[in-house]
């Protein structure tokens, strides 16, 4: 366990229960910014501890950037959780959801919930490093080996040290969700190979670890909020754009690009986090079972996006998207068009970025 973890949280994780915590005024942080909740030991999201009677009755509100249709991955994460709050407090607790990007793009919920004008959100990692820099130390190109490396370095004391530094600017992560591996589509042509990007205006989130390597490849990026992607492609105002099939398929891109590679490029986590001060304002046991429920829904939308995989690929196919797969295009001419960004950022990230590599 990172030293400097607050000795609270080290209580709350190892006694796996805020009971033992019980006499800690609410008002005491019973976080000290582990990305890692204790996971729950039940698909149920943790318990009910002594009953909900000393809950007290709130509202949170919960927003995204995704659509809320059933095969979108982040509404999926927002109604279980919803589920396991109001069950674990006898509905004493709401969990208002925001979907479709109605409050705003990921980068703007993220600063709301700094601030506090919103409770919560779930955001990819992608605009969070203009928050806690270390956060873009997880979006290099090529750099997790597959979903297991990701969420062990995620769950474990490195996704706990990004969210230690989001803490210290006023935000908590609950858990650390899955966006997905990222694929690149466009308009223009099938892309094999790097040149085949040459002079193509694509899409990129908000972060400058993905700009600079879209950069590298030769497009010409252009950060975005997600709100304003798929009419930005409809009108060709960009060419194209990357990101997971979780996100490809429920926002219809297909009706509005040409190609897509499952080049895989980036993996991109995503991040469930609250207001620090609503959080800490909470009752221990409030907090526990926020913490559960956010864990357990980690677990369901992990694998709720694992089960949709094969369906997004058929439906993206059938919506007349030409794909090349993992096997057709030059992934080794991609990874070394990434070297020079590995090289500009050593100093910054090289020794995180080798704790990620050397995690097994
Ligand atoms: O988090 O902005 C993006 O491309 C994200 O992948 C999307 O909003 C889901």
């Not at 030293?3 to 008002?27: R, T």
């Not at 895989?264 to 913490?291: C, M, R, T």
């Not at 949709?308 to 001419?333: C, V």
Request: with cysteine; net charge negative; aromatic share 8%.
């Amino acid at each position: 366990m990172k030293k400097g973890i607050s000795l609270a949280l080290v209580g709350l994780l190892a006694a796996g229960s805020l009971v033992g915590c019980g006499s800690k005024p609410a008002e005491q942080s019973s976080t000290g910014g582990s990305s890692q909740p204790a996971p729950s030991n039940n698909s149920s999201g943790g318990e009910k501890s002594g009953g909900s009677s000393s809950i007290e009755e709130v509202t949170i509100a919960v927003a995204h950037a995704t659509p809320d249709s059933e095969t979108s991955h982040y509404h999926a994460f927002a109604t279980k959780f919803k589920e396991l709050v109001e069950k674990n407090t006898d509905g004493k607790v709401k969990i208002e959801i925001h979907p479709n990007g109605e409050l705003g793009g990921e980068r703007e919920a993220v600063e709301a919930v700094q601030i506090g004008t919103l409770d919560a959100t779930i955001t990819s990692s992608g605009p969070v490093g203009n928050f806690a820099p270390l956060s873009n130390a997880f979006d290099f190109p090529f750099l997790f080996r597959d979903k297991a490396h990701a969420y062990k370095v995620l769950d474990g004391e490195l996704g706990a040290e990004v969210s230690k530094q989001l803490e210290s600017v006023g935000i908590v992560n609950l858990a650390w969700a899955e966006n997905g591996f990222r694929n690149i589509t466009n308009n223009k042509r099938p892309i094999k190979k790097p040149e085949d990007l040459q002079g193509l205006k694509i899409r990129t989130m908000e972060n400058k670890v993905h700009l600079d390597s879209f950069k590298e490849f030769g497009a010409a990026p252009t950060p975005m909020a997600i709100t304003e992607v798929f009419t930005s492609m409809q009108q060709g105002v960009v060419d194209g754009e990357e990101n997971p099939l979780s996100v490809i398929v429920p926002q219809k891109f297909y009706e509005v690009q040409k190609y897509m590679t499952l080049s895989g490029h980036f993996y991109s986590p995503a991040l469930f986090v609250i207001n620090k001060s609503k959080f800490d304002g909470f009752s221990p046991e409030l907090q526990k079972i926020l913490i559960d429920a956010a864990t357990a829904s980690r677990d369901y939308e992990r694998e709720f996006i694992a089960n949709l995989e094969d369906k997004y690929i058929q439906t993206a196919k059938d919506s007349g998207m030409e794909i090349l797969t993992a096997s057709e295009y030059d992934q080794a001419a991609f990874q070394k068009a990434s070297e020079p960004i590995y090289k500009k950022y050593e100093a910054e990230y090289g020794e995180f970025i080798q704790k990620i590599l050397d995690t097994k």
